[in-house]
């Protein structure tokens, strides 16, 4: 099988690979990585212990910034928050970031793995929460810190600036921003090129899939508060019944992507959350929604925010509520993660590159997604930097092969029982990364 021949690469060597002209630096990388993964095995292990919340990633953040200025970079550290910055100049050049994100999520862990997560916190609101990294930002914080000591290693082999990047707060699409807001792109130097991997749930592990164009989608989080005039259940026509009128709503914002917006354009209005009443024989005052809206173009974007909260207006006139009673829509600002789009060019340079270190075997196209990543922000500031994000194949490809067989799903990101297997995602998200910088910044 092909992703068998992947898992023995970087033990064996890049095997016909190796004939190429820069034979002698590939195989410095390969025996580079093999005698560096045993100490990337125990810091991956150790950042999935040891999980933080968004905005509160201070150990981890810590312990990367040690990390990369034990392997030469000089260190910045509370951009933006918890954010880290590294910078390692090495002669003239481009200038290339690379971005890891740091934080992880509100849940407990399923894996059963020895290393699992047992974490318990308090969130920013107070409630004790179970905290896991269930997203892969374990393996990019290690998979950064390899590489920063990959590329200190073989500076013979590139020319130019690194400047690496350990984000918080990606899960709630806050970090990028507030780290850019920081003067990221003022107080240190400003990228040429901006590329980010990020782990797959899907993909075999050690493989590398590439996307050109939109890879991830607008993200927007809307509360609604539908309000009526609350009473009793057995007297309706006294009311305003709000949990009729909040069921109408939600059944109306389906039209938005259905007879509002053309086929061909990507959208997606999904009500997650609704909640309200007390008692069987309650017509309550309100009941609460909340909304998450998914798109690709900035024009649908704006059309589906504004349709939104048209409906749910029209549907409180029809319902005769009071205009002191209509719903109150509440687009969260903060929260909002714009589409990422793969310049094209840059993204068809890494392409290359990937396939020539670990073969075309090993790369793969992958189809956009509807999830969202705040790594979009680096690349819509006035500077208009050329982003890319790519994936790393994570689970056991005898896993996918089976779940390809049989139609059982895999866990997803964000699911409690996800874990990638960490060496061949680890080596893989390694090697990608320093294949990377090598081809953009290349001694011409």
Not at 296 to 317: K, L, M, N, P, Q
Not at 329 to 358: G, I, Q, Y
Not at 386 to 402: K, M, N, S, Y
Request: hydrophobic share 45%.
């Amino acid at each position: 099988m092909p992703h068998c021949r992947f898992f023995l690469l970087f033990s064996v060597g890049f095997c016909a690979l190796a004939a190429a002209p820069d034979a002698a630096l590939r195989e410095k990388v390969t025996q580079r990585l093999n005698a560096d993964y045993p100490s990337l095995d125990a810091l991956y292990k150790d950042f999935h212990a040891h999980p933080e919340l968004s905005l509160m990633e201070e150990r981890t953040a810590g312990v990367v910034a040690r990390e990369l200025r034990a392997a030469g970079f000089e260190v910045t550290e509370k951009i933006g928050g918890f954010g880290v910055v590294a910078v390692l100049k090495n002669g003239a050049g481009p200038t290339l970031l690379i971005r890891c994100d740091l934080d992880a999520l509100p849940m407990e862990e399923e894996t059963g793995l020895p290393y699992a997560s047992k974490v318990r916190v308090k969130n920013l609101e107070g409630r004790e929460v179970p905290t896991m990294h269930a997203c892969g930002h374990d393996i990019h914080a290690t998979v950064l810190v390899g590489t920063a000591r990959m590329l200190a290693a073989v500076k013979a082999g590139w020319s130019g600036t690194i400047v690496l990047i350990g984000q918080p707060a990606e899960e709630r699409g806050m970090g990028a921003r507030a780290m850019l807001t920081d003067g990221l792109y003022r107080r240190f130097p400003r990228p040429d090129f901006a590329i980010a991997m990020h782990d797959s749930a899907t993909l075999p592990a050690g493989t590398i899939g590439t996307i050109e164009g939109f890879a991830m989608a607008n993200v927007d989080f809307v509360d609604i508060t539908v309000r009526g005039v609350g009473g009793h259940g057995a007297y309706p026509h006294a009311t305003k019944d709000p949990v009729v009128l909040a069921a109408r709503i939600v059944v109306a914002l389906q039209t938005i992507v259905s007879r509002e917006t053309r086929p061909v354009d990507p959208a997606v209005v999904t009500v997650g959350s609704i909640h309200g009443g007390t008692k069987h024989n309650i017509i309550p005052d309100e009941v609460k929604l909340q909304l998450t809206l998914r798109s690709y173009s900035d024009a649908v974007r704006r059309h589906t925010i504004e349709a939104v909260g048209r409906i749910c207006r029209g549907e409180a006139i029809a319902a005769g509520v009071p205009e002191n009673r209509m719903p109150i829509v509440k687009l969260m600002e903060a929260e909002a993660t714009p589409a990422t789009f793969n310049d094209p060019a840059l993204t068809r340079r890494l392409r290359e590159a990937f396939v020539s270190w670990v073969g075309p075997e090993s790369v793969t196209s992958i189809e956009p997604e509807m999830g969202g990543e705040d790594f979009s922000e680096f690349g819509r500031t006035v500077e208009k930097v050329p982003i890319c994000l790519f994936r790393v194949g994570a689970v056991a490809p005898e896993q996918v092969a089976e779940s390809r067989r049989t139609g059982a799903p895999l866990p997803s990101l964000h699911s409690s029982k996800f874990a990638p297997v960490p060496e061949p995602t680890i080596k893989a998200g390694v090697i990608a990364s320093t294949a990377a910088a090598l081809e953009l910044l290349a001694k011409r």
